[in-house]
């Protein structure tokens, strides 16, 4: 297999039912999925630990995710609840009843203090983390409420319903400031770019739409898949997206060059989830045959690497990115609209040649289960030659562009480790306090069972004594 051909590291198998969602945590050592089977479970990246399973949620869970800090995962349900789960052996958790109708998606803000919830009973709901206190909602989507996300700054919110819409919603004014419409199907899954510039939305009728949202224009469509698109992920650097499929595939586009670079055969059905790590350098899936696929990208760096392209030869420096450099696809006042179709029968053909197959030990929870086979099939506009020019490089974590800008006015790296230490810390406590308040009312309505019951017998031996 090609060093820039993503490779299938791990295969989790343990949920009894579909996957709905997946998340990595923001150190890469554990992933958080969610099933129709009522379960959260998190899986240890280190092999030989075991994973965990939690259950508390009464019906299928919809939607997973990691706080900012790894050290809390929320999680949605169709029994109209959300939890929030300390993500260790014990399964610590508070659960707050979050709507009148099935959730379909929970997710944090940037700065792990507010969460957005979707719901079948057609609104969003914003609320914050500490005491989970409802905050406010919106209520002008006519249908079924899929799925809602934070812009990267948590200024703005993006939603998408059966209603056949997708809102933009400031946060602050409480309005609805842009609506984008979708004709053949309706949106499932939609999410901000990196860059907060622009949306994407995976739909039912099998496209992938991107809309810039400082002009309401439509950037790319994508016709790749045979199946309703399920799901969809920015790479981090946002020059790449990933989406999955009821046909059952993940598809990797090329969102600078405008089209299909990988087409990853793994599942056995339909590829309800999809999910990059915070640097970029894996993503997982999750599928309607239970399983949990955690891959390798190994891709990010055949074009470009934070916008900037990075060649084998030579010792050279990489030059940090200008503002120009940084849009991962042309952002121009009046954008042409980038197509994509499907490959045809004879592509598929071609792309047989350039086929590869990897196999990766499964692990299950509990046991071993057998290895997965997996195939990558590349796009055959892309020659080997080029792909062997070019080296896997690991994308620039925050703290590396942080550390390198110091004088630009940025944060050093050392200060950035310790805030984000402390917003950790800060996450525990708010979460230890919500489980004593939950404790605290327990007692209280004990309590007052205990008092009520006295009064009953105190009336009771009056009522004895008159007599």
């Known amino acids: 297999c090609s060093s820039s051909d993503p490779t299938l590291e791990r295969h989790f198998k343990g949920h009894k039912g579909a996957v709905t969602s997946v998340d990595f945590s923001c150190n890469m050592k554990q992933i958080a999925t969610g099933s129709v089977d009522s379960c959260v479970m998190i899986w240890n990246m280190k092999p030989q630990m075991r994973a965990y399973r939690f259950e508390g949620h009464k019906d299928a869970v919809t939607s997973v995710q990691f706080s900012p800090s ?175 499929s009821s046909d059952s595939t993940v598809k990797i586009l090329d969102l600078l060059e405008g089209k299909l670079l990988y087409t990853l055969h793994g599942h056995q059905s339909s590829v309800t989830c999809v999910a990059f790590s915070r640097t970029g350098d894996y993503f997982s899936s999750g599928g309607a045959d239970e399983q949990v696929m955690v891959w390798k990208s190994n891709f990010d760096c055949i074009k470009h690497c934070n916008g900037v392209k990075v060649q084998k030869k030579g010792t050279s420096t990489v030059r940090p990115p200008t503002s120009s450099s940084m849009a991962p696809f042309p952002l121009n006042s009046d954008p042409s609209v980038l197509h994509c179709q499907v490959s045809t029968d004879s592509e598929h053909v071609n792309r047989q040649e350039s086929q590869t197959a990897s196999h990766a030990q499964s692990f299950s929870h509990g046991s071993h289960s057998r290895a997965a086979h997996s195939q990558v099939y590349r796009d055959p506009s892309i020659s080997s030659s080029s792909t062997r020019q070019t080296q896997t490089t690991q994308l620039p974590s925050r703290h590396h562009q942080s550390d390198s800008h110091t004088s630009d006015g940025k944060v050093p790296s050392g200060i950035a480790n310790a805030l984000e230490h402390i917003i950790g810390q800060l996450d525990i406590l708010t979460q230890t306090v919500s489980i004593l308040e939950q404790r605290l009312t327990l007692t209280e309505d004990k309590l007052k069972e205990c008092l009520e019951n006295q009064v009953e017998i105190g009336l009771h031996l009056q009522r004895e004594e008159a007599k």
Request: charged share 20%; net charge positive; proline share 2%.
């Open 70 to 244: 790894g050290h809390m995962v929320a999680s949605a349900s169709r029994d109209k609840t959300v939890r929030l789960w300390v993500p260790s052996i014990k399964a610590d958790s508070t659960e707050f009843r979050a709507h009148t109708a099935a959730v379909r998606c929970v997710n944090f803000s940037d700065d792990g203090q507010t969460l957005v919830t979707a719901s079948n009973d057609k609104t969003i709901k914003v609320w914050t983390v500490h005491r989970q206190k409802f905050l406010f909602s919106f209520n002008q989507h006519a249908n079924w409420v899929r799925c809602a996300k934070f812009s990267p700054d948590d200024r703005l919110i993006v939603s998408c319903s059966d209603d056949k819409t997708i809102k933009l919603w400031d946060k602050n004014s409480k309005e609805c400031i842009q609506s984008f419409f979708e004709h053949a199907g309706y949106a499932n899954h939609v999410d901000f770019h990196p860059s907060g510039t622009c949306i994407a939305a995976a739909s039912t009728d099998s496209s992938v739409k991107l809309w810039d949202i400082r002009t309401n224009k439509m950037l790319q469509h994508y016709q790749v898949h045979s199946g309703a698109v399920n799901s969809l992920s920015f790479h981090p650097a946002g020059n790449f997206l990933i989406t999955t």
